[in-house]
Protein backbone atom coordinates (compact mmCIF):
# COMPACT_ATOMS: atom_id res chain seq x y z
CA UNK A 1 0.00 0.00 0.00
CA UNK A 2 1.16 3.22 -0.55
CA UNK A 3 1.66 6.30 1.59
CA UNK A 4 -1.39 7.62 -0.79
CA UNK A 5 -3.89 5.02 -0.41
CA UNK A 6 -2.99 4.63 3.88
CA UNK A 7 -3.58 8.46 4.20
CA UNK A 8 -6.73 7.92 1.91
CA UNK A 9 -7.96 5.25 4.14
CA UNK A 10 -7.17 6.95 7.30
CA UNK A 11 -8.95 10.12 6.25
CA UNK A 12 -12.15 7.96 5.04
CA UNK A 13 -12.19 6.25 8.80
CA UNK A 14 -12.08 9.60 10.57
CA UNK A 15 -15.06 10.55 8.63
CA UNK A 16 -18.31 10.61 10.59
CA UNK A 17 -20.02 8.81 7.98
CA UNK A 18 -20.76 4.53 8.75
CA UNK A 19 -22.19 2.50 6.49
CA UNK A 20 -25.37 1.22 8.39
CA UNK A 21 -27.22 -2.57 7.73
CA UNK A 22 -30.27 -3.27 6.63
CA UNK A 23 -32.05 -2.88 9.78
CA UNK A 24 -30.40 0.47 10.43
CA UNK A 25 -27.47 -0.51 12.51
CA UNK A 26 -24.55 1.31 12.38
CA UNK A 27 -21.38 -0.38 11.25
CA UNK A 28 -17.35 0.25 11.32
CA UNK A 29 -15.92 2.10 8.24
CA UNK A 30 -15.07 -0.11 5.91
CA UNK A 31 -11.56 1.76 5.69
CA UNK A 32 -11.01 0.72 9.08
CA UNK A 33 -10.60 -2.70 8.27
CA UNK A 34 -7.73 -2.19 5.72
CA UNK A 35 -5.75 -0.24 8.21
CA UNK A 36 -3.11 -1.66 10.56
CA UNK A 37 -2.79 -0.80 14.09
CA UNK A 38 -1.08 2.19 13.83
CA UNK A 39 -3.06 3.40 11.42
CA UNK A 40 -6.35 2.48 13.15
CA UNK A 41 -4.78 4.85 16.27
CA UNK A 42 -3.67 7.57 13.38
CA UNK A 43 -7.70 7.85 12.22
CA UNK A 44 -8.96 7.82 16.11
CA UNK A 45 -6.40 10.61 16.67
CA UNK A 46 -7.52 12.48 13.99
CA UNK A 47 -11.72 12.09 14.32
CA UNK A 48 -11.19 13.07 17.77
CA UNK A 49 -9.20 16.13 16.39
CA UNK A 50 -12.14 16.89 13.78
CA UNK A 51 -14.96 16.44 16.20
CA UNK A 52 -13.11 18.73 18.39
CA UNK A 53 -12.69 21.32 15.62
CA UNK A 54 -16.01 21.08 14.51
CA UNK A 55 -17.66 21.34 17.81
CA UNK A 56 -15.74 24.46 18.23
CA UNK A 57 -17.29 26.14 15.36
CA UNK A 58 -20.78 25.01 15.53
CA UNK A 59 -23.12 27.92 17.32
CA UNK A 60 -24.30 24.70 19.37
CA UNK A 61 -20.99 22.80 19.92
CA UNK A 62 -22.17 20.13 18.77
CA UNK A 63 -19.73 17.46 16.55
CA UNK A 64 -20.93 16.38 13.06
CA UNK A 65 -21.42 12.85 14.96
CA UNK A 66 -23.20 14.32 17.70
CA UNK A 67 -25.96 15.88 15.37
CA UNK A 68 -26.22 12.62 13.07
CA UNK A 69 -26.88 10.79 16.52
CA UNK A 70 -29.39 13.56 17.69
CA UNK A 71 -30.96 13.50 14.24
CA UNK A 72 -31.53 9.88 14.41
CA UNK A 73 -32.91 10.08 18.27
CA UNK A 74 -35.13 13.04 17.26
CA UNK A 75 -36.73 11.04 14.24
CA UNK A 76 -38.13 8.25 16.36
Known sequence: MTNDERDGLIE????????????GAVRGHPAWHDLDE??????F???RVQRSLEA?????????????????????
Not at 12 to 23: D, E, F, K, V
Request: no cysteine.
Open 38 to 43: SGREES
Open 12 to 23: AAATAWRPRSTG
Open 56 to 76: ALDPDGLSTTARAVLARITRR
Open 45 to 47: ERA
